[in-house]
């Protein structure tokens, strides 16, 4: 699986909107971008995923280079209960069903 | 909003004994997933299941597991003697097709395992 790296963790303030980084510049053309997160004491979640164009949905927005080796999770009004461990997962289309989880970087939002 | 289900939320047992973690997956999905993450580690895939049998599995998932959908809405885990490194928190996931590219994984809370 291709390897994506992120800072260990990152703080931001309430209802300011926070960036996370995500490097994987080993991506192949047929790797989906996937962002999950992980809430204290809960099971991982969904967040967005994308492949080459920037992507919004309700939680996130999702910011990708044009060379696709790396992208940017954007939360717009970070609020107390995105704390969480954010994963950044590259997925090969056609390849393995299951999610590889690295270490993932820790949000801390400040009130 | 569906949700993927587990219980319990916490499983005591001793070593050597047998468990049995539930799980009921979002009902229209039809792939479905195991997942541990030991204390302070990362999440870890166990095993995938589909139309009634194991469609991957890890390193990990050797033949003290094994995994049952014993009817049309439980998913099983099964660990049939269990050891002190089997403590993690078990993960149960549920998609509507086998293709991450495009169907997220649905996780259910967890069922915390302790083994003594």
């Known amino acids: 699986d291709a390897k994506t790296t992120q800072p260990n963790s990152m703080e931001s303030n309430e209802e300011e909107p926070v960036h996370l980084p995500c490097n994987h510049s080993t991506i192949s053309g047929t790797d989906y971008i996937h962002w999950y997160r992980q809430l204290p004491s809960q099971g991982p979640e969904y967040v967005i995923h994308?492949?080459?164009s920037n992507v919004n949905n309700r939680m996130a927005s999702l910011a990708i280079a044009e060379d696709r080796k790396s992208s940017t999770l954007i939360l717009h009004r970070a609020t107390l209960r995105d704390a969480a461990v954010y994963y950044c997962i590259l997925i090969s289309q056609g390849g393995s069903e299951k999610l590889v989880f690295g270490k993932g970087m820790k949000l801390t939002v400040n009130p | 909003e569906p949700e993927v289900t587990q219980t319990p939320s916490h499983q005591v047992t001793q070593m050597g004994q047998e468990v049995i973690l539930r799980c009921v997956p979002i009902s229209n999905h039809l792939y479905f997933y195991w997942y541990r993450q030991i204390l302070g580690q990362k999440v870890e895939f166990l095993v995938s299941?589909?139309?009634?049998?194991?469609?991957?599995k890890s390193e990990i998932f050797d033949d003290q597991f094994s995994v049952e959908r014993p009817d049309g809405s439980n998913f099983t885990l099964k660990i049939r003697s269990t050891k002190l490194e089997d403590s993690a928190m078990y993960f149960c996931a549920s998609s509507r097709t086998g293709d991450p590219t495009y169907n997220e994984q649905f996780f259910g809370p967890g069922t915390r395992l302790t083994v003594l």
């Open positions: 994308g492949l080459t």
């Open positions: 299941f589909y139309n009634n049998e194991i469609s991957e």
